[in-house]
């Protein structure tokens, strides 16, 4: 026998018993579902087409479910995405860690200087390519070759200014480099399309 939820209808002078509705069944979220909540600023299946928000496809899930339960608890700084977290439990969470690492990183299309570009692999090859392995396509803490130049701009500054934590190494390497040898960092990891 289905369960019914009685409503009234409140009309002029009183209320009513109105009828009965069946109540509808619910479904979990299934974490495709979850996810879609994500594609706004993160793109389909998280491949970014805006130029401040990092694609997220293909990302580490064991990342991914740090960053976001550092954004839901504070840890991490964020304009939105500390409110975001704060709507999922754990288990959707890793869910949605494990939907976005199984989606394909697509690079970003964009400009770049090839000539940035070119001391930006010298400057990689010395000082990131132990985490960010492939030219910087690959590593646990997510891609950097073919995200946005200007995602990679605002990470690096929240880097360089501690609103952001980071393996002290990378933190030191950033701190070592002027502003010219990022932008041509950013360029070589720009021009990995």
Not at 91 to 107: T, V
Not at 114 to 134: E, F, I, P, T, Y
Not at 181 to 191: F, H, K
């Amino acid at each position: 026998m289905k369960e019914k939820i009685w409503f009234y209808a409140l009309f002029a002078g009183g209320v009513a018993l109105a009828s009965s509705l069946p109540v509808l069944a619910t479904t979990a979220a299934t974490p495709a579902m979850l996810s879609n909540t994500c594609n706004g600023c993160h793109g389909t299946d998280g491949n970014s087409a805006g130029l401040s928000n990092p694609t997220i496809a293909g990302l580490d899930s064991n990342y991914f479910d740090t960053a976001m339960k550092q954004f839901k608890s504070g840890e991490r700084p964020s304009s939105i995405m500390g409110r975001l977290a704060k709507g999922y439990n754990d288990g959707e969470l890793k869910a949605m860690a494990d939907f976005f690492a199984a989606r394909k990183f697509a690079a970003a299309r964009q400009p770049f200087d090839a000539g940035k570009a070119g001391q930006g692999k010298v400057l990689h090859d010395k000082n990131c390519r132990m985490c960010h392995a492939d030219g910087g396509k690959s590593g646990a803490n997510g891609a950097l070759a073919g995200q946005w130049k200007d995602y990679l701009h605002v990470a690096i500054a929240e880097f360089l200014s501690g609103n952001r934590k980071g393996p002290e190494m990378m933190t030191k390497a950033l701190t070592k480099m002027t502003e010219a040898d990022i932008e041509a960092l950013i360029n070589y990891y720009a021009s990995q399309q």
